[in-house]
């Protein structure tokens, strides 16, 4: 794996969603690791907004952005474990077209290392959307690190190689 500087870098539209009952824009330390970093790589935050732990309320948030056509990919940090209250994988199951079971099982894998074996009680997972991806991520700041910094960094970006979520982008839509 490795950055190919010689590839154009194509700036993503990316919506960040925190799903909590408690945090507050003024108290979001995990969403503001990741607007900075997908700012830092160079990408577009595009709209950020906070959700409560409600599937309907965080499927109709995810519905308006998979909608606009502008919006490329959808973050979420938060509502991923195994409590009543966490249901951020019930919500993706509300909108998805396809599943992308690998990067729970990578993210899963690069947390161990942080967190050992803790990390099985993760629901991390990501899905297709109607040709938009979305990554859902826990709501530690740890956990939103591991996710962008050893896993979304490098297949955000068009020019990884050997291959990237980006470069799918223009056939997502097939039929």
């Known amino acids: 794996m490795a950055i190919d500087f010689a590839r154009e870098f194509i700036p993503l539209q990316i ?4 799903v909590s009952d408690t945090r507050t824009f003024a108290t979001d330390a995990s969403g503001d690791i990741l607007a900075e970093r997908i700012s830092g790589a160079g990408h577009m ?3 950020r907004a906070i959700e409560r732990d409600d599937a309907s309320a965080i499927a109709d948030q995810l519905r308006q952005w998979i909608a606009d056509e502008t919006i490329d990919c959808v973050i979420s940090t938060g509502g991923t474990g195994l409590t009543g209250r ?4 019930e919500a993706l199951d509300r909108v998805k077209t396809k599943d992308i079971p690998g990067f729970g099982e990578l993210f899963r894998w690069v947390s161990f290392t942080t967190i050992g074996t803790s990390t099985v009680q993760s629901r991390a997972c ?5 040709g938009t991806y979305i990554f859902a991520l826990p709501g530690s700041t740890g956990a939103v690190k591991d ?7 490098e297949q955000l970006d068009s020019r990884n190689r050997p291959c990237n979520f980006v470069e ?3 056939r997502l839509r097939e039929v």
Not at 86 to 89: G, L, M, N, R, S
Not at 126 to 130: G, H, K, N, P, T
Not at 147 to 153: A, P, R
């Open 147 to 153: 996710g962008w910094d050893l896993i979304l960094s």
């Open 86 to 89: 966490d249901v951020t994988p």
């Open 168 to 170: 799918l982008m223009p």
């Open 126 to 130: 990501a899905v297709l959307a109607e």
């Open 45 to 47: 935050l595009a709209a």
């Open 15 to 18: 919506a960040l969603l925190t």
